[in-house]
């Protein structure tokens, strides 16, 4: 008997060498870790939509109240910035010489898989929240936060074997990655311009010097593949402006909605649009979510989606599935 007890001590005393650390201490190290107030993250991030999946090289900083993203479209390069200084929040596209200002809660409004502390948050207020150990490292499991897109439930936070954050996938309600961050590279104690998280460093006076004479014809019309139950296309009409022309479809039926379509030109000064709404990062871009409209900028294009009776995750899925479509607007009547 007393042998037995022994080879029973020896087993368990060699389980915990070898890696039978306490989880709960694991899950708790994580949140102390990466909740912090100052970091520089690099990494990419790939959004799947139903039809196609975009990368984007992410960088994220933060040092205090302030944040910065930066999302350059691994494709075609194409780059946005998402900017939090004080109580201002900014979407800047660089190649369009412009930007929307918002007065939002961002990032505080809900989960950023990108952003490590609000990983952090996540795993901090899902009590039910989940660790696992793995042949490499650890997996939670948590809830997420959402508030646009009720079908993102869960995200796994993979951690290597010393609890280094090394990837995190927000999942959908079928278990299925939407959004994957591979993080390449964390620094928790990075040294910051002083004015780098001034709108003003996001300024080049020069950026566009001479592409405002760049055509504003749109020459193709992007549909929805998605249309809500018992929605049809009523008319499709193209409007002359003073730079080109602007498409509008109008559908109608149980969930009526209104798409506008024109050339995304840049403009020589660097111009604010002011906004009453949220920054929000669909899979071909960041947009402007105010009440029941989307704005948004893909592929040289700018759309403007709103309707008065179907809710913004409606909206969303018809934004994302315009990715390949189209028919030449000398089509339209």
Same mark, same amino acid.
């Given at each position: 008997?007393?042998?037995?007890?022994?080879?029973?001590?020896?087993?368990?005393?060699?389980?915990?060498?070898?890696?039978?650390?306490?989880?709960?201490?694991?899950?708790?190290?994580?949140?102390?870790?990466?909740?912090?107030?100052?970091?520089?993250?690099?990494?990419?991030?790939?959004?799947?939509?139903?039809?196609?999946?975009?990368?984007?090289?992410?960088?994220?900083?933060?040092?205090?109240?302030?944040?910065?993203?930066?999302?350059?479209?691994?494709?075609?390069?194409?780059?946005?910035?998402?900017?939090?200084?004080?109580?201002?929040?900014?979407?800047? #596209?660089?190649?369009? !010489?412009?930007?929307?200002?918002?007065? =939002?809660?961002?990032?505080?409004?809900? &989960?950023?898989?990108? $952003? @490590?502390?609000?990983?952090?948050?996540?795993?901090?207020?899902?009590?039910?929240?989940?660790?696992?150990?793995?042949?490499?490292?650890?997996?939670?499991?948590?809830?997420?936060?959402?508030?646009?897109?009720?079908?993102?439930?869960?995200?796994?936070?993979?951690?290597?074997?010393?609890?280094?954050?090394?990837?995190?996938?927000?999942?959908?309600?079928?278990?299925?990655?939407?959004? #994957?961050?591979?993080? !390449?590279?964390?620094?928790?104690?990075? =040294?910051?311009?002083?004015?780098?998280? &001034?709108?003003?460093? $996001? @300024?080049?006076?020069?950026?566009?010097?001479?592409?405002?004479?760049?055509?504003?014809?749109?020459?193709?019309?992007?549909?929805?593949?998605?249309?809500?139950?018992?929605?049809?296309?009523?008319?499709?009409?193209?409007?002359?402006?003073?730079?080109?022309?602007?498409?509008?479809?109008?559908?109608?039926?149980?969930?009526?909605?209104?798409?506008?379509?024109?050339?995304?030109?840049?403009?020589?000064?660097?111009?604010?649009?002011?906004?009453?709404?949220?920054?929000?990062?669909?899979?071909?871009?960041?947009?402007? $979510?105010?009440?029941?409209?989307?704005?948004?900028?893909?592929?040289?294009?700018?759309?403007?989606?709103?309707?008065?009776?179907?809710?913004?995750?409606?909206?969303?899925?018809?934004?994302?599935?315009?990715?390949?479509?189209?028919?030449?607007?000398?089509?339209?009547?």
């Amino acid at each position: 008997m007393k042998k037995y007890i022994l080879l029973m001590a020896l087993v368990l005393i060699f389980a915990v060498g070898c890696g039978g650390r306490d989880l709960s201490k694991v899950k708790e190290e994580f949140i102390k870790n990466i909740d912090a107030s100052t970091y520089l993250m690099e990494g990419t991030m790939t959004i799947v939509s139903e039809q196609d999946s975009f990368s984007y090289k992410v960088t994220a900083a933060r040092d205090g109240d302030n944040y910065r993203v930066s999302l350059v479209n691994e494709l075609n390069g194409h780059e946005q910035i998402i900017l939090r200084t004080g109580s201002e929040v900014y979407v800047v #596209t660089p190649s369009l !010489n412009k930007s929307f200002k918002f007065q =939002s809660d961002w990032p505080a409004n809900g &989960s950023q898989a990108y $952003l @490590i502390d609000s990983l952090a948050h996540d795993v901090k207020n899902d009590t039910e929240a989940i660790i696992e150990q793995t042949d490499d490292g650890y997996v939670i499991t948590a809830k997420v936060n959402y508030p646009n897109n009720a079908n993102l439930v869960n995200e796994r936070i993979h951690l290597c074997e010393n609890g280094e954050l090394k990837q995190v996938e927000v999942l959908d309600a079928s278990d299925n990655a939407r959004i #994957t961050v591979m993080f !390449n590279n964390i620094d928790f104690n990075p =040294s910051f311009d002083a004015d780098f998280f &001034s709108l003003e460093s $996001l @300024i080049d006076e020069e950026c566009c010097e001479g592409e405002e004479t760049v055509s504003g014809v749109l020459e193709d019309v992007i549909f929805p593949l998605y249309v809500p139950l018992n929605t049809y296309l009523i008319s499709k009409d193209s409007v002359n402006t003073a730079t080109g022309n602007r498409v509008i479809l109008t559908f109608a039926g149980e969930s009526p909605f209104t798409l506008i379509e024109e050339v995304a030109r840049p403009r020589t000064e660097f111009e604010v649009i002011p906004m009453h709404g949220e920054p929000l990062v669909l899979s071909n871009g960041v947009g402007a $979510l105010t009440g029941n409209s989307l704005h948004w900028t893909a592929n040289n294009i700018q759309y403007f989606l709103s309707s008065d009776s179907i809710p913004v995750s409606q909206l969303l899925t018809i934004a994302e599935s315009m990715q390949k479509t189209s028919i030449p607007v000398a089509g339209l009547k």
